[in-house]
């Protein structure tokens, strides 16, 4: 132990001086540094380029616009948009998403809240298999549960239904929001556990007076997470909802794309309408994201 | 949010009260365990409902011919009751050893290990690679990576669409073939070409997760091993080699895992990169199983379930023999 403080202690006096390091390790030339460069321009324009082309796509003047991109130019227009806004089930889709993703989110998150804190607290007999299974449950196939799922819910009469759909995407939404939670908890200092339970509070009142104000993040990420998974959820959503009113996004795109017609510049408005805002969202927490995502990891 | 967790605390508050004079009883030796399982007890509740039980129901059907023709079902008013047999093991021995075996399933069983190894394998050399340059001390570094994380933000059942069109036969792809005076690829419709494409727009769509983690990895390792290194005079193919790619151990473990079974259980990309009735040969198991049960007519429920059986039992078999594996090569490092 008293090794390691030694040592950095003894990295940081270079650190103010980084001229140092980059001379040390970074021998790079204007080559390198061009080479460096090129080769994440390259990569940046491949990772943009569908999105920009299905942006560039929904300015164009009809369905088969694609096939002649060139004249697009010469035509750029929001009518896809209007088109869209205005004659297609665009609102109540977003409705059925909303519906959908936030109910998924609040289930998944609030069951899952006192799991993660015990698993990453507590060690009971059954705690192996427990994680086991909370990491086998993420890796169920869709395959798996899809058709006992829809045999249940037909003789429920609960197909078509919103809170059916909020149900199955809870069969992967809770154990992950677990996952996620014990990760985060297992970065809060377990002094504060003892320090709540020298002051006589049982382990419950630990978890929800210290533990759950202090992770207000971590719970925020779990929530983004399982929001996000839920918009994007595409075998269940297909099979669950028929009324093309209670569609979320992902399946009502597909109805853009059919085997007879293909109206593809309306499809290209629509993706564009529903990647900007995900995005956006997806940005503002996707840093959070990575580390929860590995940090529960090969712990268990 | 503060609302949500007061609410929370209350209700727990609430429902401990009863239970406490089983709390007193218990207190001596089992306090620990019994907060432990109280905590637990949402979530098993809920797995097991949600989960076990669809499970067993779903083991029990592959074990009978039940299809969308036997099954109980309402049509207007009318009920039809179930009327499918057990016939045990028949749809297991049907599917690994049939006449129709190799067509049906071996075949879409090599094709998805070659795709799971494939995409795993891109999307994790590529995502190296882009990690070690973005960890460069380099102008622009978080411009390139916001950029480089766009196919991740989108959501994937939009991004799929845009590859599509790109794809199609005169899409923008083959335009610039064309204009190369290269040969234009049926992507959508040859075997080979549809399978080519899927690996494309999965790797696409996989490697900034894998970027962003290793990324991660890269500047968790302590710097001073880099300089330990370059003391002793190592090149920088022996840094690599011994201090980064141990470093990374242990985010590799993690994310190659999720890495495979997120592959493995791929359903949105080649889902709709193909329709719901296209390309059957570049089907993996995962919507082979999908298209049993649901994409054609009759609905072929106890097979479909019975390849969910499978799916689950191959994955279970792989993660055990990696958390072995991962185990053993811990030791050895030790």
């Known amino acids: ?300 | 949010m503060t609302v949500a967790i007061d609410r929370a605390t209350g209700e727990r508050r609430g429902d401990r009260a009863p239970r406490s004079g089983l709390g007193r009883r218990l207190k001596q030796g089992y306090q620990k365990h019994w907060y432990a399982y109280a905590m637990i007890a949402p979530v098993v509740i809920v797995l097991g409902v949600l989960v076990l039980y669809p499970l067993v129901y779903g083991l029990y059907l592959t074990l009978t011919d039940a299809n969308s023709l036997n099954t109980a079902r309402t049509i207007g008013v009318n009920h039809i009751d179930a009327t499918y047999k057990f016939i045990g093991l028949g749809n297991y021995k049907e599917i690994l050893f049939g006449p129709l075996a190799y067509d049906r399933f071996w075949s879409h069983f090599l094709w998805t290990a070659f795709w799971t190894a494939a995409c795993v394998f891109l999307h994790y050399t590529i995502g190296l690679g882009l990690a070690l340059m973005l960890n460069q001390k380099l102008r622009g570094r978080t411009f390139y990576r916001l950029l480089l994380v766009v196919p991740w933000a989108v959501p994937t059942f939009v991004t799929v669409f845009s590859w599509r069109i790109m794809l199609a036969d005169s899409g923008v792809i083959n335009q610039v073939l064309h204009s190369l005076h290269l040969p234009e690829p049926q992507w959508l419709e040859d075997t080979f070409w549809q399978r080519f494409a899927a690996i494309t727009v999965n790797t696409w769509c996989g490697v900034p997760f894998m970027m962003l983690s290793l990324l991660g990895g890269l500047q968790s390792i302590d710097p001073s091993l880099y300089e330990a290194a370059e003391m002793d005079g190592a090149s920088t193919w022996q840094r690599f080699r011994h201090v980064t790619l141990p470093g990374l151990r242990a985010v590799s473990s993690t994310v190659v895992l999720l890495g495979v079974i997120w592959t493995f259980n791929q359903f949105a990309i080649i889902f709709l990169l193909f329709g719901p009735t296209g390309a059957p040969d570049a089907q993996i198991l995962v919507t082979w199983a999908y298209y049993l049960g649901f994409g054609q007519q009759p609905r072929d429920f106890a097979q479909s379930a019975a390849y969910g059986v499978l799916l689950l039992s191959i994955l279970t078999v792989f993660t055990s023999f990696y958390f072995r594996w991962l185990k053993r090569n811990d030791q050895l490092a030790v």
């Open chain 1, 1 to 300: 132990m008293s090794t390691t403080t030694l040592e950095k202690t003894e990295a940081t006096p270079p650190a103010p001086q980084p001229g140092r390091h980059t001379r040390g390790r970074g021998e790079r030339g204007t080559l390198g540094t061009t080479l460096l460069h090129g080769g994440l321009v390259v990569a940046s324009l491949v990772a943009l380029a569908p999105v920009a082309w299905l942006f560039y796509l929904s300015l164009g003047p009809d369905k088969d616009a694609y096939l002649h991109p060139g004249k697009i130019l010469d035509s750029l227009s929001f009518s896809n948009y209007s088109y869209v806004l205005q004659h297609t089930a665009f609102f109540d889709w977003f409705k059925s998403t909303m519906i959908v993703a936030l109910g998924t989110t609040l289930v998944g998150v609030f069951v899952a809240a006192t799991t993660g804190y015990a698993v990453s607290r507590m060690r009971f007999p059954g705690y192996r298999q427990l994680m086991w299974v909370l990491l086998l449950t993420q890796a169920f196939p869709i395959a798996v549960l899809i058709v006992p799922m829809y045999q249940i819910f037909s003789d429920l009469g609960l197909i078509d239904t919103y809170g059916a759909l909020i149900l199955i995407n809870c069969t992967t939404a809770v154990p992950y929001s677990a996952w996620l939670l014990k990760g985060y908890f297992d970065t809060i200092p377990f002094e504060i556990d003892e320090a709540g339970r020298v002051d006589g509070l049982t382990p419950f009142g630990t978890f929800f007076r210290l533990i759950l104000p202090l992770s207000r993040p971590g719970l925020a990420v779990a929530a983004f997470y399982n929001f996000i998974t839920a918009v994007a959820e595409v075998a269940f959503a297909t099979t669950f909802l028929l009324d093309d009113s209670k569609y979320t996004f992902a399946v009502g795109l597909q109805t853009f794309v059919s085997e007879h017609d293909a109206q593809w510049n309306y499809m290209a408005a629509t993706a564009v309408l529903i990647a900007i805002p995900v995005s956006v969202f997806f940005y503002l927490v996707q840093k959070n994201l990575v580390t929860g995502l590995t940090a529960g990891g090969t712990k268990g």
